[in-house]
């Protein structure tokens, strides 16, 4: 169990007026989230620095250097994500700096930001993996008697609390729910810490001492009446429960100071235990219900059908209507096996719809979960017409909740171009969406015709076979000939480079093309990120 306090600042022997400006810049950063674990961008890198750097190194087995006698490590730019999800499983909070100007138009320091502040209840790893058990980010406040729970799950965007009278019944909530992440007072953490340290042995998680204010009555209620846009919290069915309310708008008011979006957390579920059948955590382990049970039974295809079986296989129903008509609906599916067998395939196709709209939340450029959301309504929407067969039984009132995908699923068709899937440049949107990047592309893709003529107009007025127009990043556009022919050249042409064998030149007809070329390549991008 890992115990961060919030409020601590830690900044080894070093003082601030030793520091270089770039140094400085990373201490400022610093300073804003001391207990995390700083990726600051540097060029083509990620560099850690003092403590953060040898912290790096022994978790990801990086090298550790030194630098005017300040340790640092670093990891490759495009490398980020694999070594973010690394250290977060190594329970770490990690928190990133990215430039926020370009280098090359800069003179002095590069500004940069804390664009990023991750942790084991808030990062969403790769989409591919299968993951059937919610991540829940917890917070526990005390009343007297009364815990409060708030769990939120930012990955599928679904938040609850609940309010129990026991610690015998918290350490049952909290281990059917396993939360990577919990949020408690000082004075919680300090009166508590012989119930954390009992907590840690049946499941790993990260606890955060929260600044005091989050969890002032005052405080908290505030931030929600704010954040839901009321007036009052009986619309949420919080109406007296004020531990519930203390803890929710603190988790709410931690995760929002901590470069979390909170915006698709638009409703909470008052929770309560008295529908379904509570299983205590000895109960659940001496019988392993949790574990070989659930596997036992869990035949689901999706990731977001595997956490909801989680949930409800955890949550015994106690109300015999409710039980039978469950079982009914079972028992219509099973007595139509081919129906079964060829929902499973279906449902195959689809992605974890719920993570891939959180990253659509939080992604700059979502162009790969535009195209799985895309590729996922496709396949779902045949799905009530092949529950036409269940008609007259209770499992076909499940259309009743299915939600409407076909808008969205048109719009996205309408827009978004296939091929671009594969390979965006050759276009993300269809054309007619956005006349100025078909404009621009029109541009471009004549652009390399005009190379091809250009060189040839080139080589028979200069009668030279062998000149070539070519283009570097490093030089940009360019018309080469050998040194023999560079006689032939004329004087208009402006030398841009000579070489062993060759001789490069520019031309103001060359120039005016890159000129354009490169301005449109750029609003081209910038158009197209804007559209997404």
Known sequence: MKIELEEERVFGPYTTTSLSPMMLQWHQIKSSCPTALLLFRLGDFYEAFFDDAQTLSSNCSVTLTKRQEVPMAGVPQHMLETYLERLIQKGLMVAVAEQTE????????????????ESPATYVGPLEAKVTRKQFFASITQL??????????????????????????????????????LLVEQK?????????????????????????????????????????????????????????????????????????????????????????????????????????????????????GGRLFKEVFEKPLLEPQKIVERQQITLSFLKKPSLVTELMHLLKGVHDLERLLYRLLTTQNPLKELFSIHSSLKTLLPLPLKMESLKGTLAYSL????????????????????????????????????????????????????????????????????????????????????????????????????????????????????????SAEETLKRLEEQGL
């Open 399 to 518: 259309i009743d909740t299915f939600p409407d995908i076909a808008p969205i699923f048109t719009l996205l068709d309408s827009q978004l171009s296939i091929s671009g899937e594969e390979n965006s440049s050759t276009g993300i949107f269809k054309r007619g969406v956005y006349p100025q990047i078909d404009t621009l592309r029109d541009f471009m893709e004549k652009g390399d015709r005009w190379l091809i003529d250009y060189q040839e107009a080139l080589r028979g007025e200069l009668d030279i076979k062998t000149l070539k127009v070519s283009f570097t990043r490093a030089f940009g556009y360019y018309i080469e000939v050998s040194r023999a022919q560079s006689h032939k050249v004329p004087s208009s042409f402006i030398r841009r480079q000579t070489l062993v064998q060759q001789e490069r030149f520019i031309t103001k007809e060359l120039q005016d093309f890159e000129e354009k070329s490169l």
């Open 144 to 181: 007297k008697h009364t815990y409060g729970v708030a769990l939120v799950d930012l990955s599928t965007q679904s938040s609850c609390v609940y309010e129990v009278d026991s610690k015998t019944a918290l350490t049952d909530l909290l281990v059917q729910k396993q939360p990577k992440e």
């Open 102 to 117: 370009d280098p090359k138009a800069t003179k002095g320091i590069v500004k940069r930001a804390l664009t990023r502040i």
């Open 188 to 304: 919680f953490q300090e009166k508590e810490s012989l119930f954390l340290t009992d907590l840690e042995r049946h499941f790993p998680f990260r606890v955060t001492v929260g600044k005091n204010h989050y969890f002032h009555h005052d405080t908290a209620l505030r931030f929600l009446l704010t954040h839901f846009g009321i007036h009052q919290v009986d619309g949420l069915g919080l109406n007296g429960k004020i531990a519930a309310i203390n803890a929710l708008g603190a988790l709410y008011s931690y995760l929002k100071e901590h470069q979390q979006n909170i915006e698709a957390l638009t409703s909470v579920q008052l929770e309560t235990l008295a529908n379904h059948l509570l299983i205590d955590h000895r109960t659940d382990r001496h019988l392993n219900i949790s574990s070989s049970l659930l596997d036992f039974f869990d035949h689901t295809t999706t990731s977001m």
